[in-house]
């Protein structure tokens, strides 16, 4: 399997392999840490080279290196979700309606339980299906017992004892019916009170087959029960050691695939060309001759500011918070909505005065009234400019309705239609008033991100007020997830920054002696 070193794309990167010396997986032991920087500091690719990944050379790999890495980050996967969502669950894998996969298992399924039907309607009946299908219950049954549950285990054990069933079976004594009922009752004992409905529902089925097939579908949900349980049991756990497996597991992905920070080292280059400029020194201050020097944190900061900016479509997302791509994009989401939302309170409440701006209920009101006209903002299908018509109208009614039953006057219709052409001009990116909600967002998630996640929340910014209940919990779910990654992988972003600068400082360097 090899590369093709012109053409150094994500799904190229990640068939990458590389094999580390034994000094490298010796140093690794000794030092998790120092390895990390080093091994990072090695293979990050240079400024220079148009910040372009570099493909490593042609490598060969076999398949079963490829499922071990497959392996490694579908567990590293696994453990953040369950740390970084609470409400996190496993479900049953639904299948595509009319995919092969569905049929095929429907038919097979079908065959199986003609097949008991038949068997259980002969003369004198035949209970081969059934006893298999008693065993493979009583295996699940004894799955939900904890160590402690003696006597249950023992009620299953001799109940559902199948060489005794089969004997009754043989001698035509077997009441298959006794048999579920206390199958029924032991699954009423042991599954979680949300299935009690189900359990009751077993009870009025009287048909064998229907009834076994119905046992086997609240079992699967019981399964899913106790699965859930057990990732809530072992959450506390996990988060105490969530930091060091994922840093292990992306270590080990790293050091078969060194190019696997490429993208990385785009996002943080790209951050730090934006910072240079906002600390470049006066000019006839006597350093203008010398490159300003670049805060590692605040590069870092600024890059994690861009992920709520960032053209997923185009841009390849950074490997490390590959894994969040999701969450930021719905913050994105989330986020753009709101901006959109305050300047149109902004303009309205411009429009009012201090007649309606104290007023309680009426800024939350209008909130839910634009929310819903724009849900769908990120789909091609939106129309915004449709949209900010409607809302226009929705809020002007609002407005007069409100000023009305307050005893002031309502708007007259020139100032009614300012205010609409005021909210349609919104559609324009470049509207001042959008300009502005977004550039004081930004200055509030930086300060807040610059501030850490232990101190309190800073003060909201001027005209960001009637959004400041909803901007803050978006600011909490975004420096939770930050500082989360930040522990995760902060290693390997020092390491990439410290490649970064010290790169700039020797071209710098480098250009003074070339002048001299």
Known sequence: M???QDKPDRSERNSDVSN?????QQDTLDNPKQSVRKKVRQNTPSPSRGNMPQASPPQFVSVKELMETAKGVTNMVLAHEIVVNGGFQIKQAELPENSLEKRVREIVHKAFWDCLEAQLKEDPPLY???????????EALLTFLLPGHTRLRNQITETLDLELIKQEAENGALDISKLAEFIIGMMGTLCAPARDEEIKKLKEIHEIVSLFRAIFSVLDLMKMDMANFAVSSIRPHLMQQSVEY???????????QPNSLAFVTEWLQEAADEVRPKTLPAIGDGTSHRPPVLCPLAVQNHAYLKLLKWDHLRKPFPETVLMDQTRFQEMQFELDQLMLTGAVLLVTFNAAGPALSGLPGFADKLKTAIRVLLTGLHLPSFNLTEALAAISEKVCAEVNNCLSQHGFTPFTPEKEA????????????DNSICKLIDSRS??????????????PIPAIPGGLGPIQQELEEIAVKYIRLVNYNKMVFSPYYDAVLSNIL???ETAHLQGKLDDD
Request: glycine share 8%.
């Open 2 to 4: 090899s590369q093709d």
């Open 20 to 24: 580390g010396s034994e000094d490298d």
């Open 128 to 138: 081969d299906h059934a006893i298999k299908l008693v065993g493979e219950i009583k």
């Open 246 to 256: 994922e840093r292990k597991k992306f270590q080990e992905l790293y050091e078969k």
């Open 418 to 429: 300012v205010l609409k052409g005021q909210i349609q001009s919104l559609v324009n990116p």
């Open 442 to 455: 930004q200055v509030f998630l930086g300060s807040y991100l610059a501030s850490g996640y232990q101190k």
């Open 502 to 504: 010290n790169k700039e």
